[in-house]
């Protein structure tokens, strides 16, 4: 059993935003652990760790322990480190397993499958829907879906296993206090509630600097048995999380894309270079040996009592998804009388509408 | 001796009468001083009128000379005082025996020649002169024709200062003006853009003729090229013309800011202001020292037409929510306080993001989902929401361009419109409303008559979308102009259905990616 107070003392070294992992890696070297880093802290560390880290730690040092544990309590925040029962046994096998996590929400003890989904922030709109509804499918079957709380494919990873009702834990490469991008604070404030955790290895206030998130990207792949890759460019940082991956022994996943988008480059090479093909939830979980729990029986709905005309226009969208043009062409109708058609399809939820005055048929 | 002339000082559009009155005494100085708040351009007519009158064959009264306008307290401005300070002055100075001038007003700005200039807001100073209880108005002949509608009034156009003294003496008459019925001063006008130049496009050009017929306000949201400023040029060719009242007010709006074209009668066409996106907020909404009209009051009965609306600046754009809602502007400034009408259709363009190409079938778009956002975001949600009718414009295929089909022309569409707008006329008989788009949300259930399973489908869009308060009224008068076009009494459930699909790009560009 961890005491807490070690944990305290690693946070307190944690804060100290001139204190690198170097640093702290000396002072634990010197002085055995935290704990005795800071009861006998002296002088003699200013050789160690420089002036400027020195001064900022006995600084924080001077205002004791105990409010820091009262201002972390205050906003929920709580501490895990190797060795402390919360801490994901996932990560103690990975190479550079972090010294200490700041995390809200809850780190579940039981082991389940989970499954990172990453990809670009310049997401279309083909990666999101995709990465929305794998999350989704995953999570209704009881995978905890890992990702990191960016824009783009990472926001709809998660909105999918919300959707879904199921758990998910962001990754900032941030501290917890200091969300970026700010927009999604509310989604992070909705994966607490919904029993999942958001997750940091920097202290509360730090910044979103540009280099903690490569160095983040290792925590994506660490938290989860497999990586799915969904949307990437040339040269993009999501290419470090797979390559975190590869190094963790972890399985890499990648679903496929159009092959003349650019987010379709860096999955299609990994798909070459030996990747899983991923083209859905099933796929993830036949090949990481998931039993599934038994999903209820898809019953057929009735499609509800169509006029001719509404028949084939649902027909016609079932095949491709047509933009208003075509459908007036193929249909033969004026298009104010295309309009009505559309209108009353979409509002029975058979058709969805997309930009560029495009529909489809929904998925039923 | 004293002399008094008539004339009128303008605020805004509203004028208020001003004597002017004319003091000579001999005095072994020569002086001449204009009192009675005078701006710069009134002063300055101390000036022009003394060469005016030395070249009409007067002369400037040697001793003192005081004018003095009333009431004194009264800012003056504008040109239009030259003329009665000259006659002024030549009847104080007896150099001409009139027998009365108090019943007749006097309008103009004098070249140094004696010639007379037109001046700005003659339709308005002629319409309060009437008000007033005056029924003659001498003004300069380019002013005749803005105001051959007014009915009751004696106008006598002149050319120059002698003209007017000849007349006023009775040596030499000026012909009165002769009364024109407004439906004479109508002409048939060739618009520079024709619908029938459009080709394909049908849901723009539906959402075209319902805006016209109702009066709607429009958005076109499209990929580079698509034709959304050339369709909505074609507009005015759509718009049916003004009625004499909203003539009036138009007219006396633009003759007011000085944008009429002198020489030229009465505005009949719907006004098309197209401000550029470096308008500033003043231009638009109007302002400046004295208050003048800006673009909003210029197109009042007309269309205020915004093109590539996100590059406008978000405080000019948000500015324009409370002209678009009440129909009315009021602008105040530390020497004006004054209100113009501003009941226009707000008819916008713009792309579905920083390329261009979102939802494009034929290009890439290479804006990530944040960019997108962003763009769209500088046309804020209670701006749109005012936006009744919404409507995506996609390329036309290029063999629609090598083999048109037959396409109607804007006449052929314009001439439902009038009928639309006849059936529109009738509902709002004997109150303030011209046309759906104005309906208030008072007299709107009664008026509209919608059918339980309109009304039915629309609530049940209101909540699928989750559609605002305002957006559930727009689409009922939206409605109500697609039953019009259709010579239906009552708004049938497939009015409101097609009504419901020109909203629905809030949700597909504005809202949430998985909503």
Known sequence: MLDPRELLCQAWLSCADSLGTKGRALLKETYGTAQAAFDHFSPKARELVGDKAYDELSRLRSLGLEPLAQSLEKSGIKLTMPGEEHFPSLLTQIPDPPELLFYQGSLQVKETLAIAIVGSRRETRYGREQAYQIARELAAQGVTIISGLARGIDTAAHLGALDAKGRTIGILGSGLKRMYPVENQALADRIIKQG????????PKSEPLAYHFPFRNRLVSGFANGLLLVEAREKSGTLITVGHSLLQGREVFALPGPVDAPGSAVPHRMLREGARICTCARDILEDMGYHTQAAPEQTEIPLPDLTNDQRRLYDALCHEQSSFHQLMQALDVPAQQLNVLLTTLEMDGLIQALPGKMFRAVKR | MLART?????NGIQGQPVTVEAYVASASQFTFN???????????????????????GFVMPVGQTVVNLSPADLR????????????AIIVASRQLLVPALDDIVLIGELALDGQLQPVNGALSIVIAAHEQGFRKVILPRDNAREVEVVSGMEVYPASSLLEVAQHLSGQNLIPAQEQKTYAECLVSTVFDMDLSQVRGQQLPRRALEIAAAGGHNLLLIGVPGSGKTMMARCLPGLLPEMSQEEAFETTRIHSAAGVLKPGTGLMTQRPFRTPHHSASLASLIGGGMNARPGEVSLAHNGVLFLDEMPEY???VLESLRQPLEDGVITISRVKAHTQYLSRMMLVASMNPCPCGYFGSQTRHCRCGSHDIKRY?????GPLLDRIDLQVEVDVVPVEDIVNPEETESSAQVRARVIMARAMQAERFMGSEIRCNAQMGGKDMESLARVTPQALTLLQSAVKKYGLSMRAYTRLIKVART??????????????????????????????????
């Open chain 2, 376 to 380: 769209l975001d500088k046309v804020s």
């Open chain 1, 196 to 203: 999942g955790a958001v997750v940091s290895e920097y202290a």
């Open chain 2, 313 to 315: 600046p978000r405080t």
């Open chain 2, 6 to 10: 008539k004339c009128f000082a303008l």
């Open chain 2, 482 to 515: 697609i039953a019009d076009l259709a010579y239906e009494e009552t708004v049938e459930l497939p009015a409101m259905a097609e009504a419901i699909q020109f909203r629905m790009i809030d949700g597909k560009y504005w809202g949430e990616p998985h909503a």
């Open chain 2, 76 to 87: 003056k401005e504008g040109t239009a005082f030259d003329l009665p300070i000259a006659l």
């Open chain 2, 34 to 56: 204009i009192v009675g708040l005078p701006d710069a351009a009134v002063k300055e007519s101390r000036d022009r009128v003394g060469a005016a009158l030395k070249n009409s």
